[in-house]
C-alpha cells in the first residue's frame, strides 16, 4: 500500500493541531449572502465529514479552501500549520497540498483514462507528453483502488462510478496532506463505497486530513471522525463522534423527519387488472461486433397503480434495460413486451411518449436539464402538445397556470419560473425534471436514480409526489435505485438485477439482507 | 428604442413572470449589453449625420438602407432558427442564388411574377429538405453539409447558365421589393401596427396585472415599438416618395417567424433541442423531425430571398448572394443569437442585420473603402460577441 501513500511520510501524522483551518468564512453574491461565519478545522489523521442539505453551503465551503474562489472574494481567513494561507487559485492550493475531487467530474471521453487522469500535470519528456510514464503511473494509482482497467483504453468505456474512481485514484497518488471529497458516494454502489473507505482510512492513518462531504448518514459511522452540520450557510452542528440519525437530521433540516416511514401500507393488486407493462425474457445488446448483453433475459410486470422497485448494483444493467423500454438505446433488442397495450419496444422516444411513458434519466446534467432554459420551459419540454391549440401554437397563460401549480405542488424553490434551471440545486432541479415526466395520460413511470445527490427535504417531496402519482393516477411506476433504504420504504414489490439477469422478486417486507444478497451474487446457490 | 428591443429580447428567454430580483438583475445586464452596443451605434450615426450633412438620416436614403438590407435581414432572421437548434447553413448564398436563378429563368419563359416566385421557394424547399435529410438521417453535421451546399448550389446553377446574367425580369416582378406601397395600403399597416401594438399592450397589462407586478415601462414597451414604427413608415410616405415594398417583406417574416419562436411548440422544441439535445430525446421530442422542419424553413426563406436578391437587380448574376451567409450569421450573432445553440430572438438578429447595413450604408456615403469597411464590420463582430462572453461570465460566477 506503500504506493497509494507516496509523499505522505513527511506529514508528521502526530501533529495535534490543525493542518488546515478556515476563520470565520464568509461568501456572498451581491446580496446574497450563501456562508456565513463558519468556521473549519481539518486535523492531520482524520476524516471530517460535513453534511447540510444542498445548498446548505458546503460546495462554496469547500472552492474557498481550495482557492476556486481566490483571496479576496471572501470574508474570513485560512491559516496552515499556523501560518495565513493566500490562495489566489486552485493550483496554489494544490501546492499547498490541499487537493479537491469536485462533485461534477469532467471527464473527456475520447481521451484515454491515463491523460484524464493526470490531465493538468501529464509528464513530460523534453517537452513532449511521455505517455508511457503516464500509463505507468496511472497503472499504479488504479492498483492501489483495485480496478481492473487498461489506463490506455478511452474513458468513455467506463462507468460513471468508475469515472469517479479514477479521479479519486489520480487525486491520492499526488501528495496530499488535506484530502477534500464533494460527495464522492453520491453515485456509488455500497461495495464501491465500502472500497473507497478502505482506502480513505489507510491515507488518513497516513496522516492525511480528509474532508468528505456527504448526504448519506449511513457511512458516517464508517468514516466518520468529527462531523460539522451546515445549514443555509451557518454552521449549526459539530459532533466529535457519530450521534444518532435523528439529531444529525435535526442540525440539517431544523426538525424532526421520519426518514421513510409516512407511507401507507400497498394496495392489494387485483389479480383482474392487466398488468401495464409486461417483460417477458428481453435481451439487450451493445450495438457492435460482439454483442455484449447488457441486460439478458429479463421478465418483469408493472401493473397500474403499484410502485415496483428495480434494485441493483451500479453496472447491473438496470439502466440499459429501461432505455431500450423507453426507446432511446442504439443496440439490438430481443424478446417480448407489452407497453401500455402495445407489443414490442418503442422505436424511439416519441413513440414511448405517445404510448404514455415516461423516463427520469439517471444523468441529471446531460439528460435531463436543458441549460439556460427556465424553469418553466423546462418543466413543459415533454407536454407541449398538452397546452397547444391545434398542436400549433401554445396556449401560454395554461401552461403559465400548470407551471405555477407544479412549482407550488413539488415545492420547488426559488418558486420562480422564468429563471434559468441549472441555477437551482440539484435537489430542486430533480423536481422540476419529475414534473417534466408527469404529462396528460401517463401510464407508466420510469425513475432511473430519482434521488441521486437530492437532500432529504427534496427526497422526501419527491416520494410523496412519485406515490401520489401511483395512487390517484393508477400510473405504474418503475423506480431504479441502488439506494437500499429508497427501495425499502417506497417499492411495493422489488425485483434484483446482478449481472444482467434478473436475480429475484421479493413482496414488501424484505430485508436489506436479502437484497443485498440477491444484488451481489451471493444468493445464487 | 434599441433598448427596448434588447430588453424585450431578454424577456423571450426568461418568460415575463412575477420574478422580481433575478429578472431585475437579467434586465440590468441586458441593459448594460445594449447601451455597450447602442452607446458606440449612436456616436456612429452622429458622425455619419454631421459628415454626410445631414444625408444619412433621409427618408430617401433610409428607404435605400431598407430595400439594400432586405434580403439579408430576411436571412439573418431565417438563419437564427437553425443557429438557435444548434444547426447552421452555411449555404444560404448559394441557395438563394439558385432559387433566384430559378425565378429569372422562369421570368425569361413566359411565366407570371406569381409562378416565378412560387419556383424560387419551390427551389429553396427542395434544397433545405435535402441538406435537412442528409444531416438528420445520415448524422453528417450541418457544417459539413452545408459547406458542401456552398459549393454545389451556385455551381449547379453556374454550370446550367454557363455563368451568364439572366434577365432582365418584368418591372412587375422587380416592383416586388423596389416598388412602392399605394396611399391605401401604407395607412391600412399604419393603422394595423398601432392596432397591434394597442392590443399587445393591454395583453402585457393584463398578464402583469394578474400576476401582481405591473411595471409601467414592460407594459408599454410594445406600444412605444408599434408608434414608432407607425411614425417610421409616415416618414418615409411623406419624405421618401412612398413607403418601399420591401418593407412588407421583411415585416411579415420577421413577425411570422418572430411568433413561431415564441409561441408556437415547433418554436419552442427550437431552444430545448438546441440547449440540449440528448435531453429533449429523453423528454420525448423528435429532434430530427424538429431539425429537418428547420432546414426546410431555412430553404424556404432561402427561396425568398433570392427572389428580393433577383427583384433588387432586375437580372440573376453569377455573383447574386455571394457570402450572404457571413453576413447572415454575422448579424444573428451581433443580436445575441448563441452558436452554441438555445440563445437567441429573430429581434436581435434584425437589429444586428440592421447594424450592419447602417455602418455600411453611412460608411459609403463618406467615401470610406469598402475594403476599410470590412475591417470596421470585423471590429464589432467580434465586440459584440465578446462583450456577449464577458456577460455570460459575470452571470455565470453568481
Redesign the interface.
Known amino acids: 500500500m506503500n504506493k497509494s501513500v507516496r509523499g505522505l511520510a513527511s506529514g508528521q501524522p502526530a501533529k495535534a493541531g490543525a493542518l488546515l483551518e478556515g476563520r470565520g468564512l464568509g461568501k456572498s453574491y451581491g446580496s446574497v449572502s450563501v456562508l456565513r461565519g463558519v468556521d473549519i478545522a481539518v486535523r492531520a489523521g482524520e476524516v471530517l465529514a460535513v453534511l447540510g442539505e444542498n445548498g446548505a453551503g458546503k460546495s462554496t465551503l469547500m472552492r474557498i479552501l481550495s482557492g476556486i474562489i481566490p483571496q479576496g472574494e471572501y470574508e474570513g481567513s485560512i491559516v496552515i500549520d499556523g501560518a495565513p494561507a493566500h490562495f489566489a487559485s486552485l493550483s496554489a492550493s494544490e501546492e499547498a497540498g490541499i487537493v479537491l475531487v469536485p462533485q461534477e467530474l469532467h471527464v473527456i471521453p475520447h481521451l484515454s483514462i491515463a491523460e484524464n487522469m493526470f490531465a493538468s500535470r501529464l509528464p513530460g519528456r523534453f517537452g513532449l507528453y511521455d505517455a508511457t510514464a503516464a500509463v505507468r503511473m496511472a497503472r499504479e494509482a488504479l492498483e492501489v483502488f483495485g480496478l481492473n482497467v487498461d489506463p490506455r483504453a478511452r474513458s468513455a468505456i467506463l462507468t460513471p462510478s468508475e469515472r469517479r474512481l479514477i479521479v479519486l485514484a489520480a487525486a491520492l497518488h499526488r501528495s496530499a496532506r488535506v484530502l477534500i471529497l464533494d460527495e464522492p458516494t453520491a453515485a456509488m454502489t455500497d461495495v464501491e463505497t465500502d472500497l473507497l473507505f478502505e482506502q480513505l482510512r489507510l491515507i488518513r492513518d497516513a496522516g492525511v486530513g480528509i474532508v468528505h462531504i456527504t448526504h448519506r448518514l449511513d457511512e458516517l459511522a464508517q468514516i466518520a471522525d468529527r462531523i460539522l452540520v451546515l445549514r443555509n450557510g451557518v454552521a449549526t452542528g459539530r459532533f466529535d463522534s457519530v450521534p444518532a440519525k435523528a439529531e444529525l437530521v435535526q442540525a440539517m433540516l431544523g426538525e424532526t423527519l421520519e426518514v421513510g416511514a409516512q407511507r401507507e401500507p400497498s394496495t392489494p393488486r387485483s389479480p383482474r387488472r392487466a398488468p401495464v407493462l409486461q417483460v417477458r425474457k428481453l435481451s439487450v445488446y451493445v450495438d457492435g461486433p460482439q454483442r455484449r448483453a447488457r441486460a439478458t433475459d429479463v421478465s418483469l410486470e408493472v401493473y397500474p397503480g403499484e410502485v415496483v422497485g428495480l434494485y441493483g448494483l451500479v453496472g447491473a444493467g438496470r439502466t440499459e434495460l429501461v432505455r431500450a423500454l423507453f426507446g432511446a438505446w442504439r443496440g439490438p433488442v430481443i424478446g417480448e413486451c407489452v407497453i401500455a397495450g402495445h407489443r414490442g419496444v418503442p422505436r424511439n422516444t416519441y413513440e414511448a411518449r405517445r404510448r404514455g411513458m415516461s423516463l427520469l434519466p439517471e444523468d441529471r446534467k446531460s439528460q435531463g436539464v436543458m441549460r439556460g432554459q427556465s424553469i418553466s420551459n423546462n418543466m413543459t419540454a415533454s407536454m407541449l402538445d398538452d397546452f397547444s391549440m391545434f398542436k400549433f401554437l401554445i396556449d401560454i397563460p395554461r401552461e403559465r397556470r400548470h407551471v405555477a401549480d407544479m412549482i407550488a405542488k413539488l415545492g420547488v424553490r426559488p418558486a420562480r419560473p422564468g429563471i434559468s434551471l441549472n441555477a437551482l440545486s440539484g435537489g430542486n432541479q430533480q423536481k422540476v425534471l419529475l414534473a417534466r415526466c408527469l404529462f396528460k395520460g401517463l401510464r407508466i413511470l420510469i425513475l432511473d436514480e430519482p434521488t441521486l445527490g437530492v437532500d432529504i427535504g427534496a427526497r422526501v417531496d419527491i416520494y410523496k409526489e412519485v406515490q401520489s402519482i401511483a395512487r390517484e393516477r393508477d400510473v405504474g411506476v418503475l423506480i431504479i435505485s441502488s439506494d437500499i433504504e429508497e427501495i425499502l420504504a417506497e417499492a411495493d414489490r422489488v425485483f434484483v438485477m446482478y449481472k444482467s439477469r434478473i436475480q429475484g422478486e421479493f413482496a414488501r417486507g424484505v430485508t436489506s439482507h436479502e437484497l443485498l444478497s440477491a444484488a451481489t451474487g451471493a444468493l445464487h446457490a | 428604442m434599441k433598448s427596448q428591443e434588447l430588453s424585450s429580447n431578454a424577456a423571450v428567454?426568461?418568460?415575463?413572470?412575477?420574478?422580481t430580483g433575478?429578472?431585475v438583475?437579467l434586465i440590468e445586464l441586458m441593459k448594460s449589453r445594449a447601451m455597450a452596443l447602442l452607446l458606440p451605434s449612436v456616436i456612429l450615426f452622429f458622425y455619419f449625420q454631421v459628415m454626410s450633412d445631414g444625408v444619412f438620416i433621409s427618408s430617401a436614403n433610409a428607404s435605400l438602407l431598407l430595400r439594400q438590407t432586405a434580403a439579408v435581414a430576411v436571412v439573418a432572421a431565417g438563419v437564427t432558427v437553425l443557429i438557435i437548434m444548434g444547426e447552421i447553413d452555411l449555404s444560404i448564398g448559394s441557395t438563394a442564388f439558385l432559387a433566384g436563378l430559378v425565378a429569372a429563368e422562369c421570368q425569361m419563359a413566359g411565366c407570371g411574377v406569381a409562378a416565378s416566385v412560387l419556383a424560387a421557394i419551390g427551389t429553396g424547399v427542395t434544397i433545405g429538405l435535402v441538406q435537412g435529410i442528409v444531416v438528420t438521417r445520415l448524422s453528417v453535421p450541418a457544417f459539413i453539409v452545408t459547406l458542401a451546399g456552398l459549393l454545389l448550389w451556385r455551381g449547379l446553377g453556374l454550370a446550367w447558365t454557363n455563368a451568364a446574367a439572366i434577365g432582365p425580369v418584368d418591372a412587375d416582378f422587380a416592383n416586388l421589393t423596389e416598388g412602392r406601397m399605394s396611399s391605401l395600403m401604407t395607412f391600412g399597416l399604419i393603422t394595423a401596427v398601432v392596432l397591434l401594438a394597442a392590443w399587445s399592450t393591454y395583453a402585457r397589462y393584463r398578464?402583469a396585472k394578474e400576476h401582481g407586478a405591473v411595471s409601467f415601462g414592460a407594459a408599454a414597451a410594445p406600444l412605444g415599438l408599434g408608434v414608432a414604427a407607425a411614425g417610421g413608415l409616415l416618414w418615409f410616405y411623406i419624405g421618401g416618395g412612398g413607403v418601399p415594398n420591401a418593407i412588407l417583406w421583411i415585416g411579415t417574416i420577421a413577425v411570422l417567424l418572430d411568433i413561431i419562436l415564441t409561441?408556437?411548440?415547433?418554436g419552442?422544441?427550437t431552444?430545448?433541442v438546441g440547449?440540449?439535445s440528448?435531453?429533449?430525446?429523453?423528454?420525448?421530442?423528435?429532434v430530427r423531425r424538429t431539425v429537418l422542419i428547420g432546414f426546410v424553413v431555412m430553404g424556404a426563406i432561402c427561396g425568398i430571398a433570392g427572389t428580393m436578391l433577383i427583384a433588387r437587380v432586375g437580372t440573376s448574376t453569377a455573383d447574386s448572394g455571394i457570402n450572404l451567409e457571413l453576413t447572415a450569421i454575422a448579424a444573428a450573432t451581433i443580436g445575441g443569437v448563441s452558436l452554441r445553440g438555445?440563445?437567441g430572438s429573430v429581434r436581435g438578429a434584425l437589429l444586428g442585420a440592421f447594424l450592419l447595413a447602417t455602418i455600411d450604408n453611412g460608411m459609403s456615403l463618406l467615401g470610406v473603402s469598402s475594403y476599410a469597411q470590412n475591417v470596421v464590420k470585423a471590429l464589432i463582430l467580434v465586440f459584440a460577441v465578446g462583450l456577449d462572453g464577458y456577460l455570460t461570465r459575470r452571470r455565470s460566477?453568481?
Open positions: 428567454l426568461t418568460q415575463p413572470a412575477a420574478a433575478s429578472k438583475l398578464s409561441r408556437a411548440k415547433f419552442r422544441q431552444f430545448l440547449s440540449n440528448e435531453a429533449a430525446v429523453y423528454a420525448g421530442i423528435n438555445g440563445i460566477t453568481r
